[in-house]
DNA sequence: AGAATTCTTGACTAAATGGTCAAATTGGAG
DNA sequence: CTCCAATTTGACCATTTAGTCAAGAATTCT
């Protein structure tokens, strides 16, 4: 929300520099680790610097409060969490578009588990930080996509489907393997880890919610 | 874990007084809310203290330690959420007993959002009092119950889903709810409180996922 | 090279936090 | 009512934590 832009109307804040854009990246990342475990309340700036290897005043001269850093590591994450659910096309077919939106969601979620986790501690928390945009872009984007789904059920070209619930549901099976990974692992065990398994789940997961949404006979 | 319980051989730990009941009680209570917002690490023992109307050493006096306080917090909430699994009834009829599931599991999100919060918190912080629960009794539980799916499945009354995963499409589904509830409160406002909104969101996860794994043709 | 700027850090501060303790108050059994 | 155990609390302590600062080290620019 600010650190880096010059926000002044004369030129201060000279061009980034080489190693500043190399620690901050280094920062966000560590942070990112850290804020996705035990969310902002929970998590320390020495964690942070711990990880980024890097001390604790060096990492405050980059990111001026711990806030700072949140809300950086966080901004980052929501374009990329936009991004799929925005592809959505309504020229194109129903199903394969819900297909590409729930493989593409399953691969953030297995690939950036930590990003999900750190939105879903915001939002356990009561999203202090992210509800505007949830109340603005999120809600408009939403809304767009739900428009296109109506749409397709009421050409037929899906089963009657609450269009809000819908897009909950996948958001919800799609995140949970990144969320509740532990949890997952505790009862598959090391199964998770095998190559296949990343298949295996977009097999059930298209399976279950694609079968409850494609156009019956 | 601890607390409470008669550990010792010889009658120690009087039996618990009127006053002890009340208290713990309304400790217990007031740790939920405050743990399931933000977690263990995020949360302080004057914050319990204060949502309890209580002094922080009158609460010690309880529990000896904050770990104590969420440890049996935690505990109690296990319990209840094992209940709806366990009900699931070989004999019965496979889709109504998934109804039945669902149905009960979503009821819990929204009449204890914050004991499924609290869940999630611990689990995103990697499970760090939960995990020995998980690998053991939970991991029995679901192990179990997929295997009554798999002969259903076998039994041609379910199409083919991986246990498994249905089941875990099943947790995710129904504790959005509770879990994201600010998400969906920011996208589909008031709504929400309407009073047929429970029975909208009943009707929708059902027909998503039991349409995902009724049997065709 | 030499000056200016950027980067890094040890030492520090104030506030927050988990937990203790002795003394005062209250509740309950007889 | 009386006495003993249970309960409550103000004051306090040690540690953790967010953030500061001045001074030293490295980089960049000319």
Do not use: C
């Amino acid at each position: 929300m600010d650190a880096k832009v010059d926000t002044a109307g004369d030129g201060e804040d000279r061009r980034e520099t080489r190693i500043q854009a190399i620690n901050r990246e280094i920062i966000l990342e560590a942070a990112l680790e850290v804020f996705s475990v035990n969310g902002f309340r929970g998590s320390t700036v020495d964690q942070i610097a711990a990880r980024a290897a890097m001390s604790k005043p060096n990492l405050l001269y980059y990111f001026r409060r711990k806030q700072d850093i949140y809300r950086a590591v966080l901004e980052r994450t929501l374009a990329d969490w936009l991004a799929p659910l925005e592809a959505m096309d309504a020229s194109g077919d129903p199903v394969e578009e819900l297909r590409r939106y729930i493989t593409e969601k399953l691969r953030m979620s297995a690939e950036k588990p930590a990003a999900s986790r750190l939105f879903a501690n915001e939002i356990l928390a009561g999203a202090p930080v992210v509800r505007p945009f949830l109340e603005t872009r999120l809600k408009a984007l939403v809304t767009e996509k739900a428009a296109i789904i109506r749409d397709w059920v009421s050409e037929g070209r899906l089963a009657p489907v609450d269009p809000y619930h819908l897009i909950f549901a996948i958001w919800a099976t799609t995140q949970h393997y990144a969320d509740f990974d532990v949890q997952i692992r505790a009862i598959l065990g090391s199964q998770v880890d095998r190559p296949g398994f990343r298949d295996q789940t977009a097999q059930a997961v298209l399976s279950i919610v694609l079968g409850g949404v494609r156009p019956r006979g």
